[in-house]
């Protein structure tokens, strides 16, 4: 018997979740920022989705993981327009700057109650597994106490 491949880039299985309806305020704020920041969202939306769906997870952290994805960079809209169009040959000024977009992101998704549950998140994105590379330190504590103690969204 052939065993099928799974496709982790479909799209088809967000419609399945409802996303479109869930994340649509998230998915808005995602516009503003460039293209291919918005598309680089959506991609790792689509496979966080379909990595959850393949561990067989329940629908409510398959949501909560896909939305958290989707909106992982958002922190990025507050960054100047240069160093996003530019950012293979970035000053190391720049790339402190541009570090700053996870930190940018919790800040903001903090002060609005609809995103206050993917701050934890949005703020470590780029933590490895082993909990080096924080980008987070000023908030090392809150993030100790929550998504870090989460090991299911860590690894997605």
């Given at each position: 018997?052939?065993?099928?491949?799974?496709?982790?880039?479909?799209?088809?299985?967000?419609?399945?979740?409802?996303?479109?309806?869930?994340?649509?305020?998230?998915?808005s704020i995602m516009d503003n920022v460039d293209i291919f920041t918005r598309?680089?969202?959506e991609n790792v939306g689509n496979l966080v989705c379909r990595i959850c769906e393949y561990m067989k997870f329940k629908k409510y952290f398959i949501v909560y993981a896909t939305t958290c994805a989707y909106i992982h960079d958002i922190g990025k809209i507050f960054l100047p327009k240069e160093i996003l169009e530019n950012i293979e040959n970035l000053s190391d000024e720049q790339l402190e700057v541009f570090k700053t977009?996870?930190?940018l992101g919790y800040k903001a998704c903090i002060k609005d109650p609809r995103l206050r549950q993917y701050a934890d998140a949005i703020l470590c994105h780029h933590e490895s597994l082993d909990?080096?590379?924080?980008s987070c330190w000023p908030y090392k504590e809150r993030y100790s106490s929550s998504f870090s103690?989460?090991?299911?969204c860590r690894r997605i």
């Open positions: 018997m052939k065993k099928d491949r799974l496709d982790f880039y479909s799209p088809i299985n967000l419609k399945s979740y409802n996303l479109n309806e869930i994340i649509r305020y998230q998915l598309r680089h969202c977009h996870t930190t909990g080096t590379r924080i103690n989460n090991p299911r």
